[in-house]
């Protein structure tokens, strides 16, 4: 499933009219694609993806924000909201279902929205991931436990994100009440392998069709395991190996992600993918590296968007 590009010499689109899918126009991200996009030439809009409503039918698929028929679109730019996934990825198919190339697709979003899928996936092509283990029946988490090598272990709720939703259990007393409690309240979860040598750091790469455009390592805060910027992790610009960046193509490419966030643990087995997210911020890692990376994903768009650029055409 490699990411469809274009075979070279062909060349770059231009003056094209582009759609961000975004709630917020002032988020760091929106604005930073919709200052390439304007900067590279083309007609663009930010459209608030909750606002738009369509028709279901098989001859003339139509999207509508409001009285207003949206039409014409070369290109679509999904920015959709971890708690909006459901009528995002809606809004996403039907703009595949008319044609539009959409930089990831919403089948793509969905799947990296779920850590089990997502995880099962990568782990299917031979992707190396933390050892992780998943159950629905709470009796089963001393099995859980064990698959895992014991304490101390990280349990996640399958649909969290930014951090919330993961837990460092130090002991397997600790553990057990935490799935016990999870489950209990019908929370998905899954238990894993705790990669303590990575020292409350991992590593971002930004995969823009087969390339690793920037890379950044964030370290959590004094005291806290989890990195992420949004709990007060800081980033700072680092050089990856060649295999980590072989690692973090190949995880997009299963995915099916034209523009994806890979993060990685370096552990003593070597570097793990731990996430793969379609929606990666921009401001940290263009900060941290001072790297163009909305330009690069709008290049990518002017090289890759055709008329029958879409692999899925709103299947699945
Ligand atoms: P979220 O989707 O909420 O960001 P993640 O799975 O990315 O959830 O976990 C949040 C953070 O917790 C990661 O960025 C990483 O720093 C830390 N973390 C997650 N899983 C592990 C693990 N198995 N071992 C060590 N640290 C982990
Ligand atoms: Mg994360």
Known sequence: MAPHTRAPGKPFLTNM??????????????????????????????????????????????????????????????????????????????????????TNESVAISRSRDKLRSLQLLAR??????????????????????????????????????????????????????????????ANILVQEFIKEAGGAD???LVVGSKVVAAMKRQGKEGEFRSNLHRGGTSEVIRITPEERSTAVRAASVMGLNVAGVDLLRSNHGSVVMEVNSSPGLEGIEAATGKDIAGEIIKFIEQNASATGT???GKG
């Not at 031979?126 to 099995?143: E, M, R």
């Not at 895992?148 to 951090?163: F, H, M, S």
């Open 125 to 186: 092509k031979g992707i190396g991931l933390p050892v992780t283990a998943f159950a629905h029946d709470p009796k089963a988490a001393s099995s859980l436990i064990e698959i895992c090598g014991g304490a101390p272990l990280v349990i996640k709720l399958l649909e969290g994100t930014q951090g919330v939703g993961v837990v460092l259990a130090e002991t397997r007393k600790a553990a057990e009440s935490v799935i016990e409690a999870f489950r209990g309240l019908q």
């Open 203 to 205: 590593i971002r790469c």
């Open 17 to 102: 009219k582009i759609a961000i899918l975004s709630r917020n126009r002032r988020l760091y991200s929106t604005q930073s694609l919709l200052n390439a996009c304007e900067k590279r030439g083309h007609d663009v809009r930010v459209i608030d993806y909750l606002k738009c409503h369509m028709n279901i039918t098989s001859h003339n698929p139509r999207i509508f924000l409001a009285d207003e028929e949206l039409s014409g679109y070369d290109a679509v730019i999904p920015r959709i909201g971890a708690s909006h996934t459901f009528f995002g990825t809606a809004v996403v198919r039907q703009f595949e279902m008319m044609g539009v190339y959409p």
């Open 311 to 313: 692999r899925t055409k």
